[in-house]
């Protein structure tokens, strides 16, 4: 037995909207993959065609005010990788559920681009309005001194222009960035706690599809609802007797004990994402465009100390001297893991800091800072904007492209053995120019003749490494790392961790659904791994929680749908619905296929030596085909137990 969840359906082109209860699905995943499988097929439509529906919703239990519950998850086709993509920005909920509404479905297509303005209202009452933005987006996307543009500036635009339509002050606004009309990887975000917090739904890119394909700039959702008193400690009090029982502790002590890495871990004296992975991981962090998994120890770890003393260090003193207050903050709900760590006014994650730190040769943080502030006001996925960054810089140090075609003054360093920290610099300022190159519709200046990253932006790196041979400059796909998809440009590139888990054929990759600690393992074994670990994260995401709780949420779920009525089994829900996943990929034509590069199966090459796994370092060192026979017998595996599923 599922649940009732109220969806709000919106024909953004002819303004026409309704409200319809959709029965027997668990949250807004189920809701998004039933659709699109369903009655959406967006899988017979280009991503930018208006039948590319953008389903957001939140879990059940963001009505009942339960911390960590409330992620904004949204479902979509990616232009990224062709298929199915689940994304997902924290905190939004918070407001977002104020509306009585569980989901909302972008649907139709505006002429300009427009405001989606959502209120709730006591009795079930709902307003909804399509306005056409006041500001000219390309006013707001043009460049401008301190960072302050794009996406920036429209949240801002976009709150005012809200604010003067609504009913209510009770919104939260989230809104794409120039990187949405010239990529694949256009983000859709929300800044909070005075501009020094920004959350996004960033991977695969929705926002993209919200702006090209809906005619979609901003959304504000909002409303004066509040749960009923006894609904909210009806959950609380399911929540605190299923976490005495299976985790063993009180739940405030639970929910503390399970994200200390996320919050403050003292055994580190280090906490969040960029606190603690440094510290965990040392010598396994990929660095310079992955170059380091060719490298002994000795030289991983003489890079390490040097990111330990100049990128992580600062920070540390920053962020863990003297008060939290204003350094430790939350994505805007009241949670007590104030996961969000902020560094002289910008949010501070392992993920985008990295990928726009050391993946690119860029050692000093405050270097960094600004690169990820041009990422976040270009509302780019730092992941994917990293990766590109990395690989072009990396090609101009080997020599397969010219330095100036990427902007920089001179050839980048990219061996590890001969980075110096005096290189950062040099590297930052390249990498500026290829972010405004590559994201931006229309680069500033001469930026727009960076051939090399304007192909990155415009058509991904898959594409752009077949262009970039097919003119000459061979070699250039070797040095990519992705997971392919179908046999056209679709791919993923993966999270920053030295892992087979990141690239594995998978049927959504770019998500933490997945194996993705450093180790190695028999395909079979791994495709096990992965697949319980993806359907784990996807109950999760399914319920609106933050996967930072996870800790404690995967052991209490089902008693707290029990507590809403629904006697379910999250974990075989989610089995079942990641199979649809696999259906719609295959329908779609962007179903895995085997890697293409020679570092992408480096990878996996790498990290077996590393583990001392036997014959099969010996086998994948010298002998691609042995990669190939493991991705095969991964994807048999993962095949084998969808059916049993």
Same mark, same amino acid.
């Given at each position: 037995?599922?649940?009732?969840?109220?969806?709000?359906?919106?024909?953004?082109?002819?303004?026409?909207?309704?409200?319809?209860?959709?029965?027997?699905?668990?949250?807004?995943?189920?809701?998004?993959?039933?659709?699109?499988?369903?009655?959406?097929?967006?899988?017979?439509?280009?991503?930018?065609?208006?039948?590319?529906?953008?389903?957001?919703?939140?879990?059940?239990?963001?009505?009942?005010?339960?911390?960590?519950?409330?992620?904004?998850?949204?479902?979509?086709?990616?232009?990224?990788?062709?298929?199915?993509?689940?994304?997902?920005?924290?905190?939004?909920?918070?407001?977002?559920?104020?509306?009585?509404?569980?989901?909302?479905?972008?649907?139709?297509?505006?002429?300009?681009?427009?405001?989606?303005?959502?209120?709730?209202?006591?009795?079930?009452?709902?307003?909804?309005?399509?306005?056409?933005?006041? *500001?000219?987006? /390309?006013? &707001?996307?043009? $460049? +401008?001194?301190?960072? @302050?543009?794009?996406? %920036?500036?429209?949240? =801002? !635009? #976009?709150?005012?222009?809200?604010?003067?339509?609504?009913?209510?002050?009770?919104?939260?606004?989230?809104?794409?960035?120039?990187?949405?009309?010239?990529?694949?990887?256009?983000?859709?975000?929300?800044?909070?706690?005075?501009?020094?917090?920004?959350?996004?739904?960033?991977?695969?890119?929705?926002?993209?599809?919200?702006?090209?394909?809906?005619?979609?700039?901003?959304? *504000?959702?909002? /409303?004066? &609802?509040?749960? $009923? +008193?006894?609904?909210? @400690?009806?959950?609380? %009090?399911?929540?605190? =007797? !299923? #976490?005495?029982?299976?985790?063993?502790?009180?739940?405030?002590?639970?929910?503390?004990?399970?994200?200390?890495?996320?919050?403050?871990?003292?055994?580190?004296?280090?906490?969040?994402?960029?606190?603690?992975?440094?510290?965990?991981?040392?010598?396994?962090?990929?660095?310079?465009?992955?170059?380091?998994?060719?490298?002994?120890?000795?030289?991983?770890?003489?890079?390490? *100390?040097?990111?330990?003393?100049?990128?992580?260090?600062?920070?540390?003193?920053?962020?863990?001297?003297?008060?939290?207050?204003?350094?430790?903050?939350?994505?805007?709900?009241?949670?007590?893991?104030?996961?969000?760590?902020?560094?002289?006014?910008?949010?501070?994650?392992?993920?985008?800091?990295?990928?726009?730190?050391?993946?690119?040769?860029?050692?000093?943080?405050?270097?960094?800072?600004?690169?990820?502030?041009?990422?976040?006001?270009?509302?780019?996925?730092?992941?994917?904007?990293?990766?590109?960054? *990395?690989?072009?810089?990396?090609?101009?140090?080997?020599?397969?492209?010219?330095?100036?075609?990427?902007?920089?003054?001179?050839?980048?360093?990219?061996?590890?053995?001969?980075?110096?920290?005096?290189?950062?610099?040099?590297?930052?300022?390249?990498?500026?120019?290829?972010?405004?190159?590559?994201?931006?519709?229309?680069?500033?200046?001469?930026?727009?003749?960076?051939?090399?990253?304007?192909?990155?932006?415009?058509?991904?790196?898959?594409?752009?490494?077949?262009?970039?041979?097919?003119?000459?400059?061979?070699?250039?796909?070797?040095?990519?790392?992705?997971?392919?998809?179908?046999?056209?440009?679709?791919?993923?590139?993966?999270?920053?961790?030295?892992?087979?888990?990141?690239?594995?054929?998978?049927?959504?990759?770019?998500?933490?659904?997945?194996?993705?600690?450093?180790?190695?393992?028999?395909?079979?074994?791994?495709?096990?791994?992965?697949?319980?670990?993806?359907?784990?994260?996807?109950?999760?995401?399914?319920?609106?929680?933050?996967?930072?709780?996870?800790?404690?949420?995967?052991?209490?779920?089902?008693?707290?749908?029990?507590?809403?009525?629904?006697?379910?089994?999250?974990?075989?829900?989610?089995?079942?619905?990641?199979?649809?996943?696999?259906?719609?990929?295959?329908?779609?034509?962007?179903?895995?296929?085997?890697?293409?590069?020679?570092?992408?199966?480096?990878?996996?090459?790498?990290?077996?030596?590393?583990?001392?796994?036997?014959?099969?370092?010996?086998?994948?060192?010298?002998?691609?085909?042995?990669?190939?026979?493991?991705?095969?017998?991964?994807?048999?595996?993962?095949?084998?137990?969808?059916?049993?599923?």
């Amino acid at each position: 037995m599922g649940l009732g969840l109220r969806l709000l359906r919106v024909d953004v082109g002819s303004g026409e909207w309704g409200v319809e209860e959709v029965d027997g699905l668990l949250g807004p995943l189920d809701l998004g993959v039933t659709l699109h499988l369903g009655e959406y097929s967006s899988y017979r439509y280009d991503a930018y065609s208006e039948r590319n529906a953008v389903v957001l919703g939140w879990g059940p239990f963001a009505h009942s005010r339960l911390l960590g519950s409330h992620r904004v998850v949204a479902v979509f086709r990616s232009p990224l990788t062709g298929g199915l993509h689940a994304s997902t920005m924290g905190g939004a909920a918070w407001v977002w559920a104020r509306s009585g509404l569980d989901a909302l479905a972008v649907e139709g297509r505006a002429e300009e681009p427009s405001l989606l303005l959502v209120e709730g209202g006591p009795g079930g009452e709902v307003r909804v309005r399509v306005a056409p933005l006041e *500001a000219r987006l /390309g006013d &707001l996307w043009r $460049p +401008r001194p301190g960072g @302050l543009y794009g996406a %920036r500036l429209l949240q =801002e !635009a #976009a709150e005012a222009q809200a604010r003067r339509l609504a009913s209510t002050a009770a919104l939260r606004v989230a809104v794409v960035g120039p990187a949405a009309e010239a990529s694949h990887a256009g983000a859709l975000q929300s800044w909070e706690h005075g501009w020094r917090v920004v959350d996004g739904a960033s991977r695969g890119g929705v926002g993209s599809v919200l702006l090209r394909a809906h005619g979609v700039a901003a959304i *504000a959702v909002g /409303g004066r &609802l509040e749960p $009923p +008193r006894r609904e909210r @400690l009806a959950a609380y %009090r399911a929540a605190e =007797e !299923a #976490a005495r029982e299976r985790v063993g502790a009180p739940l405030a002590r639970a929910v503390l004990g399970t994200t200390r890495k996320y919050r403050f871990d003292e055994r580190l004296g280090t906490g969040g994402t960029f606190g603690v992975n440094y510290v965990h991981y040392r010598e396994l962090v990929p660095m310079l465009a992955f170059n380091t998994i060719y490298y002994n120890v000795t030289v991983r770890l003489r890079l390490h *100390a040097m990111l330990m003393e100049r990128f992580w260090g600062p920070f540390q003193a920053e962020v863990f001297s003297g008060s939290p207050a204003g350094k430790w903050l939350t994505c805007g709900e009241p949670c007590p893991v104030a996961c969000k760590k902020v560094y002289r006014g910008v949010k501070v994650d392992y993920e985008p800091f990295h990928a726009l730190g050391p993946m690119v040769g860029v050692f000093e943080l405050d270097h960094a800072r600004r690169l990820v502030e041009h990422a976040d006001a270009l509302g780019v996925d730092a992941i994917e904007a990293g990766h590109a960054a *990395a690989w072009l810089l990396d090609l101009a140090s080997r020599g397969i492209i010219d330095p100036a075609s990427i902007g920089a003054s001179g050839r980048p360093v990219m061996e590890p053995d001969r980075y110096k920290p005096e290189h950062s610099g040099a590297h930052a300022g390249a990498v500026e120019k290829v972010l405004l190159a590559a994201y931006h519709p229309e680069p500033p200046g001469e930026l727009g003749g960076l051939e090399p990253a304007v192909l990155a932006g415009r058509h991904g790196i898959r594409a752009a490494a077949r262009e970039l041979e097919s003119r000459g400059a061979s070699g250039a796909g070797d040095w990519a790392v992705y997971a392919a998809f179908g046999h056209g440009g679709w791919y993923m590139t993966p999270n920053l961790y030295w892992t087979p888990g990141m690239i594995a054929p998978l049927y959504m990759l770019g998500r933490y659904w997945t194996n993705y600690t450093p180790t190695f393992q028999e395909p079979e074994d791994y495709a096990r791994t992965s697949l319980q670990r993806a359907a784990a994260e996807y109950a999760v995401d399914n319920a609106g929680f933050c996967r930072f709780h996870r800790g404690w949420v995967e052991k209490v779920l089902d008693r707290l749908y029990e507590a809403l009525g629904a006697s379910v089994d999250p974990i075989g829900n989610a089995r079942r619905m990641y199979r649809l996943v696999a259906d719609y990929r295959e329908r779609a034509g962007a179903q895995p296929v085997p890697w293409e590069t020679r570092k992408t199966m480096d990878i996996l090459a790498t990290i077996a030596a590393e583990m001392g796994a036997g014959g099969w370092a010996e086998r994948l060192a010298g002998d691609p085909g042995a990669a190939l026979e493991w991705w095969e017998r991964f994807h048999a595996e993962v095949r084998r137990l969808l059916e049993a599923w």
